[in-house]
C-alpha cells in the first residue's frame, strides 16, 4: 500500500467517524437520473448558452431524510433532494442552494419542484448540490417557520451534515470547498446558514463563498416598510405568511388570529397554509394592499411602537448584525418588486461599518423580482466558478534554468501527496538535465486527479523568444458603459467578442490596442466578454 493509498484510507475513516458522529441522516432514495442527452435538452428547454453550463457529468438526484431540530429545539424530520456528478473523475465541491418562497409542501427540490432544475444543472458541471426543503415542507410535518433565521441555518446545516454521511451509501467524493448561494427567501436562508456554520459549527464546515440573492437581509426594516406601506405589493401572501410563522416560533404574539387580520382574512387566510396551496393562490385570496388586512389598530400600534412584539420578532431575524468571516456576494436588482433592494443596501453598510472588507453588493440592473433571477443566477455561476478549485486545486510555482536544463516547481494548496510523471520519462517533482523542448508534467493527487502543467527549455543559443504572456483584465467591473480590456503586455491581433446572457452575440471587432474599450450596451446588463488570440483565451462575464 503506497502512501497516497494510505493517507487517502485515513482521511476517508476520519470522515466517516465524524459524519456518523452527526448521525443525522434517516434515509435516502434514488429519485432520477439525467444522462447526457437529457441534460442538453434540459439545457435548451432554459434557454442557457451552452458556453456557460457544460455537461460534464450525468446526474444523479437523491431524496433524503433526515434529522434536525424544530424552533424549540425538539428533533424533527426534515427533507430535501441532492444532485451528484456521475462517475466523478475527481473529489468536487459542495454547495446548498436554498429555494425561494413555496406555500405548497410538494412544490419543492426532494419533490423535484422547478428550482431543482438548478441543482441539476449546477451538478452537470462539476458541483454536488444539497437542496434542503426545509422545516414544514417536503415531508416534514406542520406550517414552514418562514423567514425564521435560527431554523432556515440548522435544516440547511443538518442537510449539509445529511450529504456528507451519504458518502459512506453511495460513491462521490468531495473536496474541501464548501458555497452557499439562494434567491429571494432563498437569499435569506443562505445568509442564516452561512451565520450557522461559522457560529456553531466551525469544526466541521469552511465556508469559501456564499451568494445570497434577493433576500431580506433587513427583514424589520427595509423589507416590512416596502410591505406595508399603502400601495398593492406583488405578493401580498407574504405579510399573513410571516405572521404566522413567527406566531408558531415565538408564541406571544397574539392569542387570537382575529387580534391581527381583520374578517373575513382572520377566518381565510390561516386556512391557506395547510400546505396544500400554492403561493399564487393565496396572493389572489389576498388583498393587493398587504396592510388592509390588518385592524387598524395592530397596524397602527405596530407602526409606532418600536417595542411591539412583531417587531422584535422580526428584528430577531435580521441577518446583517453578525461578522462573517468567508467572503459574502449579495447580488440584487433596484427595480425588485418583491424584495426591496434596501436589503442589500443596509446589510453592506452595517457589514462595512463594523470593518468587514469581504462583504460585497452588486446591483445588476432595474429588473423586477422574476426579472432579476437569470442574471442573478449567471453572476453567481460565474463567483462559483471562480472560487473552485479545477482539478488539483493548487497554487504552482516554477523555476526554468534553460543553462542547466532544469525545472523546479512548487506547490501549495491541494490534497497531497502528488504523483508526478513528466513527458521526459522522469517521476520526480523536480527534472534536471534536458535537452530544449516542451515538456508536460502530470500531477495527480491523493483522490487521483490530475492536472497538466507545460514548460519550455528554451535555447540559449537561439535568437528565438518565447512569447511572454501578460495578464488579461476588464476594467471596471461592473461598470456604467466605460470598461476597457486592458492587454499591457501582448502585442498581437485579438478578437473581441460580447454575447448577451441568451448567448446572442451582439458585439465583435478586432484590435492590436492595449487599452481596448468596450462598447456601452443599449439594454444594461450581465455580458459575457471573449477575446482569442494567437496564444491566449480569455473570457469573463461582466456588468455593461
Request: charged share 20%; net charge negative.
Amino acid at each position: 500500500m503506497n502512501l497516497k493509498t494510505i493517507t487517502f484510507f485515513i482521511t476517508f475513516i476520519f470522515l466517516e467517524f465524524s459524519s456518523k458522529a452527526q448521525e443525522v441522516l434517516i434515509n435516502y432514495e434514488l429519485i432520477d437520473s439525467y444522462n447526457q442527452t437529457e441534460l442538453l435538452v434540459l439545457r435548451e428547454s432554459l434557454d442557457i448558452p451552452e458556453f456557460f453550463i457544460s455537461v460534464d457529468y450525468e446526474v444523479d438526484v437523491y431524496k433524503l431524510s433526515y434529522k434536525t431540530p424544530d424552533p424549540q429545539g425538539i428533533t424533527t424530520l426534515a427533507t430535501g433532494a441532492v444532485c451528484i456528478p456521475r462517475n466523478m473523475d475527481c473529489a468536487l465541491p459542495l454547495c446548498s442552494y436554498q429555494h425561494g418562497t413555496i406555500a405548497s409542501k410538494m412544490n419543492v427540490p426532494s419533490y423535484k419542484s422547478g428550482e431543482l432544475d438548478i441543482g441539476i444543472l449546477l451538478a452537470c458541471s462539476g458541483y454536488v448540490l444539497a437542496l434542503p426543503d426545509y422545516l414544514g415542507l417536503g415531508d416534514s410535518s406542520g406550517l414552514h417557520p418562514y423567514v425564521h433565521a435560527k431554523s432556515e441555518g440548522t435544516a440547511c446545516l443538518d442537510m449539509l451534515r445529511a450529504v456528507r454521511e451519504l458518502r459512506l451509501k453511495v460513491d462521490f467524493r468531495l473536496n474541501d470547498q464548501l458555497m452557499l448561494l439562494g434567491y429571494s427567501q432563498g437569499g435569506h436562508a443562505t445568509m442564516a446558514l452561512h451565520k450557522e456554520i461559522e457560529e456553531n459549527a466551525a469544526d466541521e464546515f469552511k465556508v469559501d463563498i456564499s451568494i445570497p440573492m434577493s433576500g431580506p437581509y433587513d427583514i424589520s426594516g427595509a423589507q416590512t416598510e416596502y410591505l406595508i406601506q399603502d400601495v398593492p405589493y406583488a405578493t401580498p401572501g407574504y405579510l399573513p405568511y410571516t405572521i404566522l410563522a413567527y406566531q408558531s416560533v415565538y408564541g406571544d404574539l397574539y392569542d387570537d388570529i382575529s387580534e391581527v387580520l381583520k374578517p373575513p382574512y382572520n377566518k381565510t387566510i390561516p386556512l391557506l397554509f395547510d400546505g396544500t396551496y400554492s403561493m399564487a393562490y393565496i396572493n389572489s385570496q389576498c388583498t393587493a394592499v398587504p396592510n388592509q388586512m390588518l385592524q387598524d389598530s395592530t397596524l397602527q400600534n405596530f407602526k409606532s411602537d418600536p417595542n411591539h412584539k412583531l417587531r422584535k420578532a422580526l428584528a430577531d431575524n435580521d441577518l446583517y448584525t453578525w461578522l462573517p468571516k468567508a467572503p459574502v456576494h449579495m447580488l440584487y436588482c433596484d427595480g425588485d418588486d418583491q424584495v426591496s433592494y434596501l436589503n442589500s443596501v443596509v446589510a453592506l453598510d452595517a457589514f462595512q461599518s463594523n470593518g468587514l472588507t469581504n462583504v460585497f453588493a452588486q446591483n445588476l440592473g432595474m429588473g423586477d423580482h422574476a426579472d432579476c433571477v437569470t442574471p442573478a443566477l449567471f453572476r453567481c455561476k460565474t463567483l462559483m466558478d471562480e472560487t473552485r478549485k479545477l482539478n488539483l486545486g493548487i497554487e504552482l510555482s516554477s523555476n526554468i534554468s534553460n543553462e542547466e536544463g532544469s525545472i523546479q516547481i512548487d506547490i501549495v494548496g491541494g490534497y497531497p501527496p502528488f504523483d508526478f510523471v513528466w513527458s521526459s520519462g522522469d517521476q520526480t517533482k523536480d527534472v534536471n538535465n534536458l535537452s530544449p523542448g516542451f515538456y508536460a508534467v502530470t500531477i495527480s493527487d491523493q483522490y487521483d486527479c490530475t492536472e497538466v502543467y507545460n514548460f519550455e527549455i528554451e535555447d540559449v543559443n537561439s535568437i528565438h523568444e518565447s512569447l511572454k504572456k501578460g495578464t488579461l483584465k476588464i476594467s471596471p467591473n461592473p461598470s456604467l458603459g466605460q470598461a476597457s480590456i486592458l492587454n499591457p503586455t501582448i502585442n498581437q491581433k485579438v478578437d473581441v467578442e460580447i454575447f448577451d446572457i441568451h448567448g446572442h452575440k451582439v458585439y465583435q471587432r478586432q484590435s492590436l490596442e492595449k487599452h481596448i474599450p468596450l462598447p456601452k450596451m443599449k439594454n444594461p446588463g450581465i455580458y459575457f466578454v471573449q477575446v482569442r488570440g494567437k496564444s491566449i483565451h480569455f473570457a469573463l462575464w461582466i456588468c455593461l
